[in-house]
């Protein structure tokens, strides 16, 4: 449930957007009219992606809902977390909320993949736990921080396919005490992560979420390598 606390953390977000961002095109630059992301051009090259489905076992599989390939200008969203740009991510969150068909899934949950504690600490915040935070928002569903990663991994995108899988191999844990694990148990989980590549990390969270025996895992992406 959203609380009235999250509701003030919410109204200061918008207004110090409003600041950083005071109607110009995230990635042309273009002055808007309104608070829009991006100006209509740009926003006229983000095509819709397929749904795509990673198969985890022969009971569950993940629907995967992307906003687009990664490609601009939803890459230069994606890419801002580098420079530490925590309203680009919550960006991420609205479009994501906006422009898939996220806001028609039925789900309980949601579960944004962690960054490991040194990734984050350099950053200072995780981009998948920031779009979540705002799909929370828009669906009144809570954020549950289910994850624990407990391997510092290399960075997907440096990989090849088999590294990719050998990367996230045994990188997370449940974070959850025991007698909490029946809460979750026939209930839909949504996972939240900032890009698809092979589908590696999903599926290994998915693998560690399937202890708490739910009925069904979503995800969505922000961007999908195709």
């Given amino acids: 449930m959203i609380t009235a606390c999250s509701k003030i953390v919410y109204k200061i ?33 983000i095509k819709p992606v397929v749904t795509t489905n990673l198969e985890v076992t022969n009971k569950y599989k993940v629907k995967v809902f992307s906003i687009s390939e990664y490609k601009y200008p939803v890459k230069s969203l994606v890419l801002a977390k580098g420079g530490s740009d925590i309203v680009a991510s919550r960006k991420l969150g609205e479009l994501a909320w906006e422009m898939t068909y996220i806001k028609n899934v039925d ?5 944004p993949i962690p960054l490991h504690w040194k990734r984050y600490a350099e950053r200072g915040f995780n981009q998948a736990q920031e779009m979540a935070n705002i799909i929370s928002k ?34 997370f844990f449940l974070n959850l005490k025991q007698e909490l694990k029946k809460n979750y148990e026939c209930k839909k989980i949504l996972i939240v992560d900032d890009l698809l590549t092979t589908g590696s990390t999903i599926k290994f969270a998915t693998k560690v979420l399937i202890e708490l025996k739910p009925e069904s895992f979503t995800a969505i992406v922000a961007c999908r390598v195709i």
């Fill in 13 to 45: 977000y918008d207004f110090c957007s409003g600041l950083i961002y005071p109607n110009f095109c995230f990635y042309c630059k273009d002055f808007l009219q309104d608070k829009s992301i991006f100006c209509e051009s740009c926003k006229d090259k």
């Fill in 107 to 111: 789900f309980d949950f949601i579960v």
């Fill in 138 to 171: 828009n669906s009144g569903k809570p954020v549950v921080n289910l994850l624990k990663r407990v391997k510092s991994t290399q960075r997907q995108s440096e990989l090849s396919p088999v590294g990719r899988a050998l990367n996230v191999h045994d990188a």
